[in-house]
């Protein structure tokens, strides 16, 4: 006998995604672009300790912030950041996205939408497109689980739904949609998150055990 309550059946690829690949980790989340436009989900709901950051006050966001610019030094690490929608807004999403591995404790987790094909939109303004090997490029230090095209179903690329008018292929609304983790962090001082000399101290304890941390240099 069938069972009364049918699977919930995702309600875009996207969706799709999530349901299948997205395991955030549990603790801090970052969501990174907070605001809610309309009668969209307050993702914030979803997990116990989290945090919005938006350049623009409004519905959804706890702290206002330019996340292209240099970080306070009050934000901590974050075990699970998601930016959906955010880095076509960005101006200089190689800034924003070195800023969110900052942010990023190692073994963090990340979520990542934007659009690949899209008509231009607003909030405020709207400058990029990016393939699956733009997000791979622009997020160095993410050791990635998988990063897709979700249009009509999901698909690793190149090829996703396309029709042809004329001579002209058109593509259908497509997503570049990533998951992945922070790889440790690379001994440099460069490529080291910035953090404050509290961090610096905890993380110390935790590697070597109690007393004194010693030579902080955040
Ligand atoms: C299209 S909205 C997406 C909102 C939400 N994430 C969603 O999926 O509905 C993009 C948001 O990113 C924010 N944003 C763009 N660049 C940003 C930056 N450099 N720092 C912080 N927020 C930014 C914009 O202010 C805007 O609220």
Known sequence: MKSSKAPRLPASSLEEFEQRVVTP???RTLIVGSQVYG????RRARYPDVVGIDMLAGPGVDRVLDLEESLPDDLGLFDHV???SVLEHSRRPWLLAANIERLMAP???LFVSVPFVWRIHGYPNDY???TPE????LFPEIEWTAVMLASHGLTEGPKFGSTKVGAHPYFARTETVAFGTRKPYTPTRAARPRRTSRQVDDE??????GGDAGGADA
């Open 25 to 27: 980790r549990a603790g």
């Open 134 to 137: 733009g997000v791979r490029a």
């Open 39 to 42: 009668d969209k989900e307050d």
């Open 128 to 130: 990029w497109r990016l």
């Open 82 to 84: 998601e930016c959906m």
């Open 204 to 209: 110390h304890r935790a590697a070597f055990g």
């Open 107 to 109: 073994g963090a987790t």
